[in-house]
T-cell receptor, first 115, second 111 residues
Framework: SQTIHQWPATLVQPVGSPLSLECTVEGTSNPNLYWYRQAAGRGLQLLFY??????ISSEVPQNLSASRPQDRQFILSSKKLLLSDSGFYLCAFTPPSGSSYNEQFFGPGTRLTVL | QKEVEQDPGPLSVPEGAIVSLNCTYSNSAFQYFMWYRQYSRKGPELLMYTYSSGNKEDGRFTAQVDKSSKYISLFIRDSQPSDSATYLC???????????FGKGTRLSVIA
């Protein structure tokens, strides 16, 4: 069966520190991968998505970046965190491009607090 | 006009009530429609998936899509306290494009 993992579950970081959040998918090959941020009262904001290794599309210009070093691994990074980076970060995947369905499945999320 | 509009609530109903949750959208190219349930501090969980117009039923949940009105609904019958969560609608126009989400409706079912 297909599963998605994220870690860490919670993180408290000082302003200006670096960030690395990891997401891995099991049970499928060549998935489309997504990073979202969910802030209170603001819904889900798509940050990045990837249709393959090394292929990253950025939806929102900011101090975050994403990488996909392996087929089922997606990493969200920052060199210097801002207070506004606080939020609930969600990774998601859909079946490979060309599949009949595009149901999107979410990971458990990482709650980031920047102080 | 936003692509997807969803009343944020909160919506509070007594246990056993029929709940109706709705989203409207502006992009007539949308063909794939989904409903997610999100419990507090958890990732969204896919509840219902519908392609194009029509109804889909799964247990106490029914999803309806009216493409002519650009309107989708999720009905919950015999609502339970365990249904208390935020419900998000989502849609896209093809299998390879990112989903567009509503902001979610917070539902409370009171025992």
């Amino acid at each position: 069966s297909q599963t998605i993992h994220q870690w860490p579950a919670t993180l408290v970081q000082p302003v200006g520190s670096p960030l690395s959040l990891e997401c891995t998918v099991e049970g499928t090959s060549n998935p489309n991968l997504y990073w979202y941020r969910q802030a209170a009262g603001r819904g889900l904001q798509l940050l990045f998505y990837s249709v393959g290794i090394g292929q990253i599309s950025s939806e929102v210009p900011q101090n975050l970046s994403a990488s996909r070093p392996q087929d089922r691994q997606f990493i969200l990074s920052s060199k210097k965190l801002l207070l506004s980076d606080s939020g609930f970060y969600l990774c998601a995947f859909t079946p490979p491009s060309g599949s009949s369905y595009n149901e999107q499945f979410f990971g458990p999320g990482t709650r980031l607090t920047v102080l | 006009q936003k692509e997807v509009e969803q009343d944020p609530g909160p919506l509070s109903v007594p246990e056993g009530a029929i709940v109706s949750l709705n989203c409207t959208y502006s992009n007539s190219a949308f063909q794939y429609f989904m409903w997610y349930r999100q419990y507090s501090r958890k990732g969204p969980e896919l509840l219902m998936y519908t392609y194009s117009s029509g109804n889909k039923e799964d247990g106490r949940f029914t999803a309806q899509v009216d493409k002519s009105s650009k309107y989708i609904s999720l009905f919950i019958r015999d609502s339970q306290p365990s249904d208390s969560a935020t419900y998000l609608c989502a849609m896209s126009h093809s299998g390879n494009t990112p989903l567009v989400f509503g902001k979610g409706t917070r539902l409370s079912v009171i025992a």
